[in-house]
Nanobody, 125 residues
Framework: QVRLVESGGESVQAGGSLTLSCTAA?????????MGWFRQSRGKEREFVAA????????FYANSVTGRFTISRENGRNLVYLQMNHLKPEDTAVYYC?????????????????WGQGTQVTVSS
């Protein structure tokens, strides 16, 4: 059982920055999970953004956010961040934190077992 709560979404001007956080309550050791960030804008399917394998903190990014977004874990804590820099209007979406055991691909939302409620990020031009 994993319960996820994400926060930090708000409205920001294009070119600005935001940091999202995801707090996880887990029955098993946090390091046994992969944590991911996904986003979904209106009329589109859920899209992979970033993931971190907690056993070694290896990170993975969608091409659309590489170089702008950073996923990280606060050391020793069940807390994952998504730092977003140089935000663009096309980054506007509901952002979801997700978790799964270390298996399968990192970018397929269908392989994640647990999801947060989502937090809205709006980027204005």
């Amino acid at each position: 059982q994993v319960r996820l709560v994400e926060s930090g979404g708000e409205s920001v001007q294009a070119g600005g920055s935001l940091t999202l956080s995801c707090t996880a309550a887990t029955d098993r050791a946090f390091s046994s999970y992969v944590m991911g960030w996904f986003r979904q804008s209106r009329g589109k399917e859920r899209e992979f953004v970033a993931a971190i394998k907690l056993s070694d903190e290896m990170t993975f990014y969608a091409n659309s956010v590489t170089g702008r977004f950073t996923i990280s874990r606060e050391n020793g804590r069940n807390l994952v961040y998504l730092q977003m820099n140089h935000l663009k209007p096309e980054d506007t979406a509901v952002y979801y934190c997700a978790a799964k055991r270390m298996a399968g691909t990192y970018s397929d939302y269908g392989t994640y077992n647990y999801w947060g409620q989502g937090t809205q990020v709006t980027v204005s031009s």
